[in-house]
């Protein structure tokens, strides 16, 4: 990273969050960004409010003390539950000077809801995420504000981001969670349509989720939707936009073992990455 470098910052509790990186690249290329992964510290979505948002709020200020201007949690479950306490008690702190440019956070739930309901034919959309995200109703808080008449229906999965951050996504041990959490949402309503994964480890599992979904449902990811929400911010937001840097520079940070995240994390991301160590 130089030292005028303002790269944008994306934070994951490991590394589900290069899922979503993979796209914001592919769609916006010309950004520095540097990458957070806390991979010490997952899973987020078995942890209370008060540490999920103690957690994230320690890695957005270390990606502000590394230039960042805009910080996107690349998390459903920090963005459930963080990402409000953040933008609303600690970015006037973190982030003096808020009358000029300042800095921002974004989430990923809310640029998934102002589009989910455009997928759906029955109005009966489902929701997989971790345990903290579906207690957190951020998703059914979210939806009812810009599509009021869609059903939503959510189930937890806490078995599946322990089979991604383990390797286990495509081997048959996977077949019987996928399919158990597959058969309970669609047991809540056999009419939904539309599967969001709001959880950015699911992507991984997504050839397995297929084969127990219906055949007719979608099933969304959120990478695109959030490369295209985010591509739009900065269009809408120039002040912003002028204060990202432009080397095309990838940096990728781990709290755990460089090695470890090395070697998964090109399975995410869908090339090699050579990552530092951070100490938190
Ligand atoms: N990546 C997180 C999400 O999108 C889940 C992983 C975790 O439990 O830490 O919710």
Known sequence: MTLSSQPIGVF??????LTILREIVKKLPQYDYVYLGDNARTPYGTRSFETVYHYTLECVRHL?????RLVILACNTASAKALRNI????????APGLDGPGRRVLGVIRPTTEVIGQYSKTGNVGILATRGTVTSESYMVEIEKFFPKLSVFQEACPMWVPLVENGEYDHPGADYFVKQHIDRLLAKSPE??????????????????????PAHA???SQGGIVADSLADYLIRHPEIEAQCSQYGQRTFLTTD????????????????????????
């Open 87 to 94: 933008q609303q008690l600690d970015l006037p702190t973190l």
């Open 218 to 220: 979608t099933i969304l």
């Open 64 to 68: 502000f003390d590394q230039g960042c």
């Open 192 to 213: 939904i349509d539309t599967i969001l994964l709001a959880c950015t480890h699911y992507p991984l599992l997504l050839d397995k989720i297929r084969q127990y979904a």
């Open 12 to 17: 994951d509790s490991g590394y589900g969050g």
């Open 257 to 280: 073992s460089t090695d470890d995240f090395d070697r998964q994390a090109t399975v995410f991301y869908g090339e090699p990455v050579q990552s530092a160590h951070l100490v938190l």
